[in-house]
C-alpha cells in the first residue's frame, strides 16, 4: 500500500484499503480495471442525463430536439476552456501521486478549484451575452433559434457548478479515486433523470417548461454534484483532503496548469468549433436533417463516454507511473487500455449496423427523421469500430502532461481533412450523409497518426 495520508485514522485506511492502493504496483491489466469500471460508470451516467433530455424532446418535436441538440453542441465548445484545465490537473496531480508527493497534489487541486471557480464566471458572462447571437449565425431556424437561446442561457449560469464539479471529480479520479466519483455521479443523476419530466411537462404542481425546464434540472445536478465533491473532498473521505485555510494563489502552479491545459483547451476547443460547423452544413438540408445530425451526435456520446472512462484511467496510471519512474509500464498499460476498448466498439458498432432502427426510436418515432437518422447512424458506426485507438491514446499522452501533439493532430484532422470534405460531400451526390462521412475519414487518420506517436514515445520523456 502506499502512504497513508496524514490524519487518516488507521480504522479509515482499514475500511476503505482500495482508496489507498498504490496502483503502480501490481498486475496492470487488474489495476486498469479496478479504475476502469467506475469511470465508465461515471462518464455514462454523465451523458445520460443530457441523453433522457434528448428523449424528453423527442416527445415535443424535432424543432426541440435540434434546438437543444445544437445549444449542446455550443456549451460543449465554451467549457473546453475548463476541461483544459482539467487535463492539467490530472497530469500533475497523478504524477504527484506517482512520486508519492500528496503535499503538492493538493496544492494543485486547491489551485485548479479556485482557477475553475473563475473561469466559470467569466465563461457564463460570455454564454450568456452571447448566446443568441451564435445560433443566428449557424443559419437554424427561427423557432430553434428560440428554443435553443433559452436552454442555453440557463445552462451557462450554472457553469460555475460544472466547472467546480469538474475539479472535484478529476482531483479524485486523478489521485487514484474513481469509487466516489462514481457515488457521487449515481445520486446527482438519479434526482436529474428523476426530475426532468416534471419540469418538461409539467407534472404535479411544476410548470410546464419544455426545454428550459431540461435545462433547471441539469443546473440542479450540477451544483448539487459540486457541492457533494466539496464536502467529499474537505472532510477527508478520499485519498486527498483539502482545506482552504490561509489559502493563497499559487502563480506558478496556477502557469503550469494552464500551460499543460492551454493545448488541451484549444484541442477540445477546435473540436467543438469543428462540430459546430459541420452542423451548420447540415442546416441547409432543414430542421429533420439537423434532428438526425443531433440524434447521432447523441449516439457518439453514449459511445464516448464509456470509452473516455477506459481512456481516463489508462492516463492516470500513465502519470502515475511516470511519476514512479516507470515508462514502460505506463506505455503497456496504454496499449491494454486500447485492446480492451476494441473489443467493446467492434462488438457495439456492429449492432448498430444490424439494428439502426432500435437505436433512433429511442430518441423519436418521426418516420421522416427516422429515414435519414437509420443510414446516418450506419456510417458512424464504422467509425466508431476504430475510435478506440485515438480516444485512449489521446487520454494517455495528455495524461503524460504532453499536450501539444494531440492538438497539431486535432487540427489537421478537423480543419484539413473532416470540414473540408464536409463541404464537399454536402455539396455532390451524398448530400446529408457526406458530413459523416467525412467524420469517419478523420477518425480513421486519426487512428493512425495517433498511434504512430505513442509508439514512438516521446510522450515519456515530457517534465512536469
Not at 62 to 77: E, H
Not at 232 to 254: E, H, T, Y
Not at 378 to 400: D, H
Not at 444 to 460: C, E, H, P, T
Request: aromatic share 10%; glycine share 10%; with cysteine.
Amino acid at each position: 500500500m502506499s502512504e497513508k495520508p496524514d490524519g487518516y485514522s488507521k480504522q479509515l485506511v482499514a475500511s476503505d484499503a482500495r482508496r489507498f492502493k498504490d496502483w503502480t504496483q501490481g498486475n496492470i491489466n487488474k489495476n486498469l480495471f479496478s479504475l476502469a469500471w467506475p469511470l465508465i460508470i461515471t462518464n455514462s451516467l454523465n451523458v445520460l442525463g443530457p441523453t433522457v433530455d434528448m428523449i424528453w424532446m423527442g416527445r415535443l418535436g424535432p424543432d426541440y430536439v435540434a434546438a437543444v441538440g445544437v445549444a449542446a453542441t455550443v456549451i460543449m465548445l465554451v467549457s473546453a476552456f475548463l476541461m483544459g484545465v482539467f487535463t492539467g490537473l490530472r497530469s500533475m496531480v497523478s504524477r504527484y501521486m506517482g512520486a508519492k508527493d500528496q503535499q503538492l497534489a493538493v496544492h494543485t487541486a486547491q489551485q485548479a478549484l479556485a482557477t475553475a471557480a473563475i473561469f466559470g464566471v467569466l465563461l457564463a458572462i460570455m454564454g450568456i451575452l452571447l448566446d443568441r447571437w451564435i445560433l443566428e449565425l449557424m443559419g437554424v431556424a427561427p423557432e430553434v433559434v428560440e428554443i435553443g437561446s433559452a436552454y442555453m442561457r440557463i445552462n451557462f449560469i450554472g457553469m460555475i457548478a460544472m466547472g467546480v464539479r469538474f475539479a472535484t471529480d478529476g482531483t479524485m479520479q486523478a489521485s487514484g479515486d474513481t469509487m466516489t466519483p462514481m457515488k457521487l455521479a449515481v445520486i446527482f443523476r438519479i434526482v436529474h433523470i428523476f426530475l426532468c419530466p416534471f419540469l418538461v411537462f409539467g407534472w404535479g404542481f411544476f410548470p410546464a417548461m419544455e426545454a428550459n425546464g431540461a435545462a433547471i434540472t441539469n443546473v440542479i445536478s450540477q451544483t448539487l454534484g459540486s457541492l457533494l465533491g466539496l464536502g467529499i473532498l474537505m472532510s477527508g473521505r478520499s485519498r486527498l483532503r483539502l482545506s482552504f485555510n490561509k489559502f493563497r494563489f499559487d502563480p506558478r502552479i496556477i502557469w503550469k496548469l494552464i500551460s499543460i491545459g492551454i493545448p488541451a483547451s484549444i484541442m477540445m476547443l477546435q473540436m467543438q468549433l469543428g462540430q459546430l460547423i459541420m452542423t451548420a452544413l447540415v442546416t441547409s438540408f432543414g430542421t429533420v436533417a439537423v434532428a438526425a445530425h443531433t440524434i447521432c451526435q447523441r449516439l457518439d456520446m453514449l459511445l464516448l463516454m464509456p470509452l473516455m472512462g477506459i481512456g481516463v484511467s489508462a492516463g492516470v496510471l500513465v502519470g502515475l507511473n511516470l511519476g514512479a519512474k516507470q515508462p514502460e509500464r505506463a506505455e503497456k498499460s496504454g496499449w491494454m487500455a486500447v485492446l480492451i476498448s476494441e473489443i467493446i466498439l467492434i462488438m457495439a458498432g456492429a449492432a448498430i449496423l444490424i439494428w439502426p432502427s432500435a437505436v433512433v426510436d429511442i430518441f423519436s418515432l418521426d418516420p421522416d427523421l427516422g429515414a435519414i437518422a437509420d443510414n446516418y447512424i450506419r456510417i458512424a458506426a464504422l467509425g466508431y469500430m476504430i475510435m478506440a485507438f485515438y480516444l485512449v491514446l489521446q487520454n494517455c499522452i495528455t495524461g503524460a502532461g504532453d499536450t501539444l501533439p494531440p492538438l497539431l493532430i486535432g487540427l489537421v484532422i478537423v480543419w484539413v481533412i473532416q470540414i473540408p470534405l464536409g463541404w464537399l460531400f454536402t455539396n455532390t451526390g451524398l448530400g446529408v450523409y457526406g458530413v459523416r462521412w467525412a467524420v469517419v475519414i478523420g477518425q480513421v487518420l486519426a487512428m493512425l497518426a495517433y498511434a504512430i506517436y505513442f509508439r514512438s514515445g516521446r510522450w515519456k520523456k515530457k517534465r512536469i
